[in-house]
């Protein structure tokens, strides 16, 4: 086992330090006007963790010995014989809604790179899940039909003149459109005509000045408008679901599928790519063609969204349907042995104080301290009270 560096990033969207846990993780001197808004922990070349005792790369590190600090993996798992890992461990704290977005899957994210490098960096897919650490939410896939249908109707009269004729026809109830091949062609053209629409946020806005009893959907709309006024991707927040996370709940978001951050602080883990198309809600580069052409436009509930659990005592583990990573959650008050598997782990301590040990190795636990695990070792946790830890590890 290593003590590792992690690598703190600071943004708009992220927290006062007094409120953010990136900052509480972090440990150093902290700046009371910046914004504390991710901390990465892995080997990804735009914030490549490092040994904490002699400030080596960690891919570096990993390299010298491959075998035994990195191990094998299946061939469902892209990984580079460099020391890089297929998996990046963050957490996310939230104040201000991230970009409109969605990640493509490994082959579409090969043309991607291939045709544009400069917007997308790298040949691989981005599927990654969201673990509340506090209160947590953001949009997450379209949402039931009548949900979608009851929601536009209720805009401004405007936005539905604007509109094709076979789009309102639906919307009116004077054409019906039922089961999965009729349904996903009208979202797309729905979606696609509304994120196109000149001033959207702006006709909804004023619509909304003069709407006495206005909706849950309104209140976000209000609310997200003020952080990213007239912006094209707010009238998604009409068709799209509003998840709420809390502590311990976690979602996955799966290739094409539709998400945007608002608001807490969350564990995060990845494929290690930075593969993202945006359509709105973003000061970056946006590539609304290319999303609407991607999206996964299978409409289901908020609750739908979320990624169940599996609870073997002290741990739960959070297992999305893909093989890149998943995560245990370590929680107790008494010693706790984890045993060895086949990928390497990165440890982090989110709560308490206490020991972590690897064979004759120990080392001290406290909030935001991060470890490396290699292959097929078992580590005892010993704490002092209650002790929470994350582990991130490819499944093999």
Known sequence: ???MKAVVSTQSTGKPAEHSLVAKF?????STSERYAELWMGTHRNAPSRVKETNQL???????????????????????????????????SVDKALSLQVHPTREHAALLHRDDPQHYPDPNHKPEMAIALTQFEGLCGFRPMEEIILNINSLSPKILSLLSSDVVDVLNG???????????????SLFSQLINLPDSAGIILEHLESKAKKSSSDELFLRISAQHPGDRGLVCIYMLNHVTLQPGESMFLG????????????????????NVVRAG???????ADTLIGMLDYM?????????????????????PPVK?????????????????????????????????????????????????????????????????????????
């Open 58 to 92: 960690l891919s570096e590190w990993i390299s010298e010995d491959l075998d035994g600090r990195l191990g094998t993996f299946s061939q469902d798992v892209k990984v580079e014989k460099d020391g890089s890992l297929p998996f990046l461990l963050k957490i996310l």
């Open 255 to 274: 290739a094409n599928k539709i998400h945007a951050y608002f608001s807490g602080d969350c564990v995060e883990c990845m494929a290690c790519s930075d």
């Open 1 to 3: 086992v290593i003590v």
């Open 324 to 396: 890149d990573f998943a995560v245990d959650r370590i929680r107790g008050e008494k010693k706790m042995s984890m045993s060895g598997i086949p990928s390497p782990r990165i440890v982090l301590c989110t709560e308490g104080k206490g020991s972590l040990t690897v064979g004759e190795c120990q080392v001290n636990l406290a909030p935001g301290s991060v470890f490396y695990v290699c292959p097929g070792q078992d580590f005892l946790v010993e704490p002092e009270g209650t002790v929470e830890l994350f582990a991130a590890y490819s499944q093999q």
């Open 281 to 287: 809600m973003t000061g970056k580069f946006v590539d």
């Open 26 to 30: 972090t440990g150093n001197s902290l």
């Open 299 to 319: 409409p289901g509930t908020a609750e739908s969204q979320k990624l169940g659990t599996i609870v073997r005592g002290d741990c739960t583990v959070y297992q």
């Open 174 to 188: 004077n054409s019906e459109v039922s089961g999965e091949s009729e349904q996903k062609p009208f979202l797309q």
